[in-house]
């Protein structure tokens, strides 16, 4: 531009016209390229994600054959389910959790009272000692009034 400015000063129309045609075509050559490569991107962009959803696809085909494996063995399985040994299992694993839950209150309960004996135990100890603090000082008071 600044040469088709000089050219304009020096009353050069043709150059002018032609340095000014010159740099339009290298900015709309910049601009044409910028927009291709913008679209490679966009397409790259575009087959990327198409990709990952097939991916995502096979991933779902895989956990849905898997589920209907499994769902196979289940119902193999059901098949052979018998409820009154089920039921009798039942029964015997009630009762078990109900004598462990007797087991368990009586523990607490047993813990609780140690804690209200010892509890106990160690108030009288501590009543014990002051006891024994004030008869010794009693003892020392004593002994220093006979001295004087």
Do not use: P, W
């Amino acid at each position: 531009m600044k040469q088709a400015k000089d050219a304009l000063k020096k009353n050069n129309e043709d150059f002018a016209k032609l340095y000014i045609t010159s740099a339009s075509q290298k900015r709309t050559e910049g601009t044409f390229i910028n927009y291709v490569a913008l679209n490679y991107q966009r397409t790259a962009i575009k087959m990327e994600l198409m990709c990952d959803q097939i991916k995502t696809m096979q991933n779902n085909e895989k956990t849905i054959n898997t589920f209907n494996y499994m769902t196979g063995l289940v119902s193999q399985q059901m098949g052979q389910f018998d409820t009154a040994k089920m039921a009798q299992n039942m029964q015997l694993f009630n009762e078990k959790m109900d004598e462990v839950l007797i087991n368990n209150k009586m523990t607490t309960e047993i813990m609780q009272g140690n804690d209200v004996v010892d509890n106990n135990v160690d108030h009288m100890m501590e009543a014990l000692k002051q006891e024994i603090a004030l008869e010794d000082n009693t003892k020392i008071i004593e002994g220093a009034q006979k001295q004087q």
